[in-house]
């Protein structure tokens, strides 16, 4: 039997738009790749995909790739590059992206903020600020209000695990802290945000659109049975996951990042949980200042060029793990860093086996947003990770359809994954 999924399922892609939209000169990503020796392949974010001035296009193609779907975000330091100083002509070119999407048959996903802080927020102490959450409340609700009913799904903070372990614990993000006390008061901060922005995008938009939070979840193992691995697993998956899970269901800060206090207005602010997932973590006892070790993959284990393993059974784990807390679950990345598009397609079909699996366990999931449309700004990587359905031709920049892209429209199109398809790349 083909796998097929439920009506009104949601096909598409994610983007950021730091990564794909070029000249984000006003944040501090763009700060600190000026500086060099940050970005791993040397190169800056620079023009990017052009999608700024190219997005009727990109948006034209995903139609005709069947995508009823697309996952964007706002960068926050256009709409604001001056602390209250909101640029109306910014705030116009969001109108227009929005109405393109429209236009072209796919449902907006917006999300508020993606990694990149404006320069005079990050000047103020960026995550570290107790000011950060009434800050990024105060755009999310100027945005909600601006946008109106135009957009149904809001998406708040981009996998805030994230922004506490790359920016301020492993340092290889930008201010390129490593330092635990830092890592959790910015977490802490983040989650805060989370639920101030939820409330403020509730109390701006006329309508009632759903908002929900993007979690970056991993499928946390422990290395062996002993105790000091059990207990690095543990730790990780609490900051990792249960931090931000718990912490939204019932309103509290709990650990490691705080003490399981009250947050006002954070219990219950997620209509749905957006899920972004890419591999497995395989943890042990480590070194301080965590205590956790990473196990690296298995030299015969299939990994990505990020060096990730490929691993769809913790893609299944981490979906039904979402399962008691009784929310629409919106798959918004899921995707491949690789050279071989055929290696995509496996993955794809790989992991929708696992979607389809979730979902006929009980789990209500309503998309899968691929993870990316075209190949962008892969952050600290640079431009050398491929992990979009559509290269860019260099020098030019001219959209090339992949494969991958025409497979992706036909599952699409079929609102399913024919037996043709799982035959040649399932498990």
């Known amino acids: 039997m083909a796998l097929k999924f439920p009506d009104g399922f949601y096909w598409g892609c994610a983007t950021s738009s730091h990564q794909v939209e070029g000249n984000n000169r006003n944040n501090q990503w763009w700060a600190w790749e000026q500086e060099g020796g940050h970005i791993k392949d040397g190169t800056v974010s620079g023009l990017a995909c052009d999608h700024y001035n190219r997005f009727e296009e990109d948006f034209a193609l995903a139609q005709e790739l069947g995508h009823n779907a697309h996952r964007f975000s706002i960068e926050w330091s256009r709409i604001e590059p001056e602390e209250g100083r909101w640029d109306e002509k910014e705030v116009e070119h969001y109108r227009r992206v929005v109405e393109s999407l429209r236009s072209h048959g796919m449902t907006p996903f917006a999300t508020l903020h993606h990694f990149t802080n404006p320069v005079w927020f990050e000047a103020k102490g960026g995550w570290l600020s107790p000011e950060a959450p009434d800050l990024i409340a105060r755009y999310a609700g100027y945005m909600a209000k601006a946008l109106g009913d135009a957009v149904p799904f809001w998406l708040t903070i981009n996998e805030p695990s994230v922004i506490g372990a790359a920016s301020y614990l492993a340092g290889i993000f930008p201010p390129q802290k490593q330092d635990l006390a830092l890592a959790m008061t910015a977490a802490r901060h983040v989650l805060i945000a989370h639920g101030k922005m939820y409330q403020a995008v509730r109390e701006g938009a006329p309508h009632s659109p759903q908002i929900g939070p993007v979690l970056n979840m991993i499928d946390v193992q422990a290395a062996s049975q002993e105790d000091a691995d059990r207990q690095a697993a543990q730790l990780m ?191």
Not at 247 to 272: H, I, Y
Not at 321 to 343: A, C, H, M, S, W
């Open 237 to 427: 998956d609490s900051y990792w996951n249960a931090f931000w899970l718990n912490g939204m269901r019932d309103g509290v800060a709990g650990p490691p990042a705080g003490g399981g206090d009250e947050v006002p207005g954070l219990k219950g602010s997620w209509d749905f949980i957006g899920l972004n997932n890419y591999s497995r973590a395989v943890v042990g006892a480590g070194p301080p200042p965590m205590g956790i070790r990473q196990v690296p993959p298995s030299p015969d284990a299939e990994t990505s060029t990020m060096g990730w393993e490929v691993y769809p059974e913790g893609f299944y784990r981490v979906q039904i793990r979402l399962k008691p807390f009784g929310k629409p679950v919106y798959i918004t990345e899921n995707g491949i860093g690789t050279d071989d598009d055929e290696q995509r397609c496996s993955f794809i079909i790989r992991s929708l086996r696992q979607v389809q699996r979730a979902i006929n366990e009980g789990v209500d999931v309503r998309s899968y947003l691929h993870w990316s449309f075209q190949d962008n700004f892969e952050w600290a990587e640079g431009f050398r990770q491929k992990f979009g359905l559509i290269a860019l031709e260099e020098g030019t920049r001219n959209r090339i359809v992949r494969p991958s892209a025409h497979m992706f429209r036909d599952i699409a199109a079929a609102n399913a994954v024919s037996d043709e398809l799982l035959a040649k790349y399932g498990d």
